[in-house]
């Protein structure tokens, strides 16, 4: 999470959006920078809204407008389970190796999820509060460079992306889906899929 005050802005790091990447870019410039430990780096909206809104609003009186990426739901979970295949996971209960996606994905829907497929959700990550605390603008990362000339613009800076933390590269055919589990994913995540398809392809909602 970056916060910036001037600019009256926070940044939300959705996981698996090339926050790791854009946290090295912009936290020269920001006021506040969570980079660690991942569960508060990774902190979704109902977070920020319990514990670092209260603090600017009741200190000092502001209200900062919050931006954040979203993927499309099968290319998220795509990249969780090629981030979980890197080497240095093998032999623990987060490892993806010996499991097809289809697996995976078949996983992370159950009621009880193996620790593999324990990902979260990113429609939860960006659920609107009770109190109107919202997701003020929210991009497409299949226009991520939408997200960026809207946050050079705001923050009146430029920058540039170093590569940081990506997902190991895998053949397409083995990041495919039986047509009964998409169906089953779409079916028990439709908050996610529903919130995704209402993102405009070239500027924030």
């Not at 959006?17 to 920078?33: E, F, K, N």
């Not at 981030?83 to 697996?103: A, Y």
């Not at 990506?166 to 889906?177: F, N």
Request: glycine letters at 2%.
């Amino acid at each position: 999470m970056l916060v910036f005050y001037k600019a009256r802005l926070v940044i939300l790091s959705v996981p698996k959006t090339g926050t790791t990447s854009l946290q090295a870019a912009l936290q020269p410039y920001a006021d506040m920078a969570i980079t660690d430990p991942p569960i508060l780096k990774h902190a979704p909206l109902y977070r920020y809204n319990r514990w670092i809104r209260p603090m600017f609003k009741q200190v000092c009186n502001v209200e900062l407008e919050v931006a954040a990426l979203m993927r499309e739901p099968v290319d998220w979970l795509s990249s969780w389970y090629r981030f979980r295949q890197r080497p240095h996971l093998d032999g623990k209960p987060t490892s993806t190796k010996d499991i097809t996606f289809d697996t995976f994905v078949r996983d992370y829907c159950r009621g009880e999820r193996p620790a593999y497929a324990d990902v979260g959700s990113q429609a939860k990550f960006l659920e609107p509060q009770p109190n109107g605390c919202k997701v003020d603008h929210l991009f497409s990362y299949e226009h991520i460079d939408t997200y960026h000339s809207f946050l050079k613009q705001r923050l009146d800076i430029d920058f540039e992306l170093p590569q940081k933390n990506v997902s190991p590269r895998l053949d397409q055919s083995m990041l495919t889906l039986s047509e009964k589990t998409a169906a089953i994913y779409r079916r028990k995540f439709a908050a996610d899929f529903d919130l995704y398809a209402s993102l405009p392809a070239d500027n924030c909602s």
